[in-house]
């Protein structure tokens, strides 16, 4: 029987990806006060790099920014039909803790670059910059996850990873919009690049694991197709936007699923570091690199934020933002090419596959799970763009405002990597009768995904510049 | 009742093989080919129309 339509729309759009589009509007919206001579967020709480822990922030700054976070998640929370007193209270224990990893992160022995330790009253320091608060957030969520599992249960209804990061990058899309807007040139050409190399990896990954699941491990098609999608793509949404594509049971994406969460950390955890080491002086080959190999949005988004941190430690440095660029861009359409390739894959299944009478294709179920911030960050790139491109002098007012926008974006980054190891269990990986999952996912991941997503990122952006221009 | 991973291993058990049909073989070797013929049309591309100077 049909789904009823109006229900069904009523399912897509009261969706986290609807809110993160929402949430991120408005903070862009009201970060564009500036252009009126008003500052709506001037207000936002700011970490600095810190010795003493009484100078790291401004307590009223981060009392009225928590405010504010507090107020516009409840009423998403009241949007997504979850209670909001009860999530009000699950945020706020969320938010501090994920906070307190980042300040902790800002640590001047954690975080001085090597000509800030002078100014900063030390003789040594780690040199990791404030982006180390977010692996503490990560290590945080991770150990709390997984040492104490009760209390990563209660987070669920606030712990929202996916929501955080959506939202984050709907207000990057206006922070990079604006910076491309000073260079057209350079911008449109990492467009096409990013498009070009995402192109390339979908058509070669995900043919080698699908034969790779098929052949070698002896899955069936039910199953390879979402493990192809999730190992090749982009994960989460990528599996269980081609199990809808497959008519695939809702448990077997599901199951997939579980596995991408953990190994998006373990890549989280090493792929900055080993870009940074294998590519010295080829910060967008890396950047392109993180996009391409690291699955999950959340995941992917933040390795091309530490990876950018690791090249550029100075927090204002351009070079960071072209990164940036660069990592969004490619994710963005991976993101939106799911929809693409989930839409090729049910018209094979359907007409030569798994032939049902009367079965056309399930577009609706593909929308419903298509990942539609992806609007979204068109949008506020888009029009940050072009108000930039057409009208220069616009462009100072313009950066001005997505400088305060952007310290929501770092805050909904924390979150997001908090909230990745509160969801992550890597008990999993060694669960009884899970060795087949996880082993093709290891062979096909290690043995030539990230590599051939490295050669695809190389070939596209070596020799592109992440410095110079503005 | 059954833990996720006491599901996920029950599930896993009962997956059976299954031949690859031609049409998947179409899929995978499509795939692939169109993958190397766009690889240098896209090269060419990029580096012919969207070539960024130093």
Redesign the interface.
């Known amino acids: 029987m049909p789904t009823p339509l109006v229900p069904a729309m009523k399912s897509w759009f009261r969706s986290e990806d609807v809110l993160a589009v929402v949430l991120g509007l408005l903070v862009v919206a009201l970060s564009l006060s500036v252009l009126a001579g008003v500052s709506l967020l001037g207000w936002s709480v700011k970490v600095q790099e810190w010795t003493d822990p009484t100078k790291a922030f401004d307590p009223l700054a981060l009392a009225k920014t928590f405010s504010f976070l507090l107020a516009i998640m409840s009423a998403g929370a009241v949007f997504l039909g979850v209670k909001p007193a009860a999530f009000a209270v699950k945020f706020m224990v969320l938010f501090g803790l994920a906070f307190a990893c980042w300040v902790a992160g800002h640590n001047s022995y954690l975080a001085a670059v090597p000509n800030k330790r002078a100014a900063a009253g030390i003789e040594w320091s780690l040199g990791l910059t404030g982006e180390a608060g977010y692996l503490l957030a990560l290590v945080g969520g991770l150990l709390i996850g997984n040492l104490w599992p009760r209390a990563a249960n209660w987070f669920k209804d606030a712990a929202r990873p996916e929501l955080f990061i959506k939202t984050g990058i709907v207000i990057y899309g206006a922070v990079l919009g604006a910076k491309a807007a000073e260079e057209s040139?350079?911008a449109?050409?990492?467009l096409?690049?990013g498009l070009?190399a995402i192109?390339?990896a979908y058509?070669?990954y995900?043919?080698?694991v699908?034969?790779l699941a098929?052949?070698v491990f002896?899955?069936?098609?039910e199953?390879a197709a979402p493990l192809a999608s999730g190992i090749s793509i982009c994960g989460v949404t990528a599996a269980i936007t081609t199990g809808a594509a497959i008519r695939a049971r809702p448990?077997?994406p599901v199951?997939v699923s579980?596995l991408v969460v953990v190994f998006a950390v373990i890549e989280m955890l090493v792929l900055p570091s080993l870009a940074h080491w294998l590519l010295p002086n080829d910060p967008m080959v890396a950047a392109g690199w993180m996009g391409l190999a690291v699955k999950t949005d959340g995941a992917a988004f933040s390795s091309g934020e530490i990876t950018a941190a690791l090249y550029y430690p100075d927090p204002d440095d351009p070079a960071r933002k072209w990164m940036a660029l660069t990592t969004t861009t490619v994710k963005v359409f991976i993101d939106v090419f799911i929809g693409v390739w989930a839409v090729i894959l049910s018209a094979?299944w359907s007409w030569?596959?798994d032939k049902r009478k009367g079965g056309g294709l399930p577009l609706r179920e593909i929308w419903t799970r298509f990942p539609k911030f992806v609007f979204g960050y068109a949008l506020t790139f888009g029009a940050f763009f072009l108000a930039g491109y057409l009208n220069r002098d616009l462009i100072p007012d313009l950066k001005k405002g997505t400088d305060q926008a952007d310290v929501f974006r770092r805050l909904f980054f924390v979150l997001t990597f908090f909230s990745i190891g509160l969801a992550t269990n890597i008990r999993?990986l060694w669960?009884?009768?899970?060795g087949?999952?996880a082993l093709v996912y290891v062979v096909s991941l290690f043995g030539f995904v990230i590599w051939i997503g490295l050669a695809i990122s190389w070939?596209?952006f070596h020799?592109?510049?992440a410095t110079?221009g503005n | 009742m059954a833990s996720?991973?006491?599901?996920?291993?029950?599930?896993?058990?009962q997956?059976?093989?299954?031949p690859?049909?031609p049409?998947?073989q179409w899929?995978?070797?499509g795939?692939?080919a169109?993958?190397a013929a766009?690889?240098g049309v896209?090269?060419w591309?990029?580096r012919t129309?969207?070539?960024?100077q130093?």
């Open positions: 040139g350079r449109t050409a990492i096409f690049r070009a192109i390339e058509l070669i995900w043919a080698l699908y034969f098929r052949k002896g899955f069936s098609r199953w448990i077997v199951m579980s094979i030569n596959i999993r669960a009884e009768g899970l087949r999952l070939l596209f020799g592109v510049p110079g | 996720f991973e006491e599901e996920t291993a029950r599930e896993l058990s997956v059976e093989a299954e690859l049909l049409a998947e899929l995978i070797g795939s692939l169109l993958g766009l690889l896209l090269l591309l990029s129309y969207f070539a960024i130093n």
